[in-house]
């Protein structure tokens, strides 16, 4: 099922299957968001919970009991139901089921809404711990992609993505294969502010920094057309298109957990960048993108 909200200045399209953006258009007609070509990588916006990031090995143990998920949780691939709707905002939720329940050991509720105001796009993540006696465990964030380059007779190296001051990023140091060494260096010596697009950025995979402004633009000095990121409550912004290709896409992606250390399965109760979440709670996070 794919839902659509709109007003004068968007037209924005989210599927029932792991609540993913599926279009952003402006009123005329111009589409931002990455369309999925499997060439190169076939998400659009996928959301990333209960973990972010790879597991080692696939696996994490919770309570002497060890549990399988796949990479970045299980919500990008569930089905959503419709809890809520207008013509500017839609509310999706998740609720387990027994397939879920065998990877996560939980009673949730995950609540995604998306809120057209003007020309930005609100999205919110509500979890709700609906467990009696225990804290539920986990980490949220977006992987959302941007079309690069913004504009007719572009390059992707006419592009750049820029803080809205300049910070002392600190990058995340992951292995070869994805996982963190915990060697984390300052991303640029200085600080850093803008970051001009080139595809070799991505020749290591992806780049995620933390330390950084909450505020992220993607746009280029030969167009008007931007797209601005606020993420005020996630820690790490990540950048990342297909290792190694001349992908015409960008990722900017918020998220508030990180993958496992390289080597190491992760306790679910000692896992870095969790939210112990306690019983009866409910816990909220997200962020917009403003389009021009």
Excluded at 12 to 24: L, R, W
Excluded at 168 to 182: I, K, N, P, Q, Y
Excluded at 228 to 239: E, N
Excluded at 276 to 292: A, D, R
Aim: with cysteine; charged share 25%.
């Amino acid at each position: 099922m794919e839902y659509t909200i709109q007003n004068d200045f968007l037209t924005v399209k989210i599927s029932s299957v792991g609540a993913e953006i599926m279009s952003v258009k402006t009123a005329d007609g111009h589409e931002y968001l990455w369309q999925g070509d499997a060439k190169y990588w076939s998400g659009r916006a996928p959301i990333m919970f209960p973990i972010c990031g790879r597991l080692f090995g696939g696996e994490y143990t919770y309570l002497g009991k060890t549990y399988t998920m796949p990479n970045h949780g299980f919500a990008r691939k569930s089905q959503f139901s419709l809890k809520s709707a207008s013509s500017s905002f839609v509310t999706l939720e998740l609720v387990p089921n027994e397939e879920i329940l065998s990877q996560y050991p939980f009673n949730f509720v995950f609540d995604v809404t998306f809120t057209l105001k003007d020309n930005t796009l609100d999205v919110k993540y509500e979890v709700k711990n609906k467990e009696t006696e225990k804290d539920l465990i986990f980490t949220v964030g977006g992987h959302p992609a941007f079309n690069v380059p913004l504009d007719k007779g572009l390059s992707f190296e006419d592009c750049y993505v820029e803080f809205s001051k300049r910070c002392e990023a600190l990058r995340v140091d992951f292995s070869e294969t994805c996982f963190l060494t915990h060697e984390d260096k300052v991303y640029e010596a200085g600080g850093t502010k803008r970051i001009d697009l080139k595809h070799s950025l991505f020749d290591n995979d992806a780049i995620f920094l933390y330390n950084v402004a909450k505020e992220i633009k993607l746009a280029s000095d030969k167009t008007q057309r931007s797209v601005t990121m606020r993420f005020d409550g996630m820690k790490y912004i990540g950048l990342w298109h297909a290792p190694k290709t001349d992908a015409p896409y960008v990722c900017i992606e918020p998220w508030c957990g990180i993958p496992a250390t390289d080597g190491k399965t992760d306790n679910l109760l000692t896992k870095e960048e969790m939210i112990h979440l306690p019983q009866g709670y409910t816990y909220k996070n997200g962020y917009s993108v403003t389009i021009k």
